[in-house]
């Protein structure tokens, strides 16, 4: 009775798809609330340190004297806590998924522009 039940999962198994998609050949199935991957915009960063503080992980790096920004995404398990503190509005969740790496560390690197000093405006109007 048990061979007959193996057979039976064997041949049907022989001639059906896979259950799994075949990524990266084919594109993944995207949802409304896909947390696909982690988004960095360098302009818009204070260098406030926020994400790296509250990254379960430790997947964020950030170093004030340098001014960078650094993301191992081996690490980052795309919870979302670093978008939802961050004050700058500078990170967001992208929905589509990330090409896959097979280099260990995949790390995203940036270099944080420094502020641009804003113009006194009274000093201006002294002058005029």
């Not at 960078?68 to 998924?97: K, M, Q, S």
């Not at 790390?107 to 109007?125: L, R, V």
Request: proline share 10%; with cysteine; glycine share 4%.
């Amino acid at each position: 009775m048990g061979v007959f039940s193996i057979a039976k999962t064997i041949t049907r198994n022989l001639f059906s798809r896979p259950p799994t998609s075949r990524y990266p050949a084919e594109p993944a199935k995207r949802f409304d609330l896909t947390r696909g991957h982690l988004v960095f915009e360098p302009e818009k960063c204070r260098v406030c340190r926020i994400c790296m503080l509250r990254c379960p992980t430790q997947a964020i790096v950030v170093d004030r004297e340098k001014r960078t920004w650094e993301c191992d995404h081996f690490r980052c398990i795309t919870c979302g806590n670093c978008v939802e503190l961050c004050p700058a509005d500078c990170l967001h969740l992208n929905p589509a998924y990330r090409s896959p790496e097979v280099e260990h560390p995949a790390k995203e690197f940036h270099e944080i522009p420094a502020p641009t000093p804003k113009e006194d405006a009274g000093s201006e109007k002294a002058e005029a």
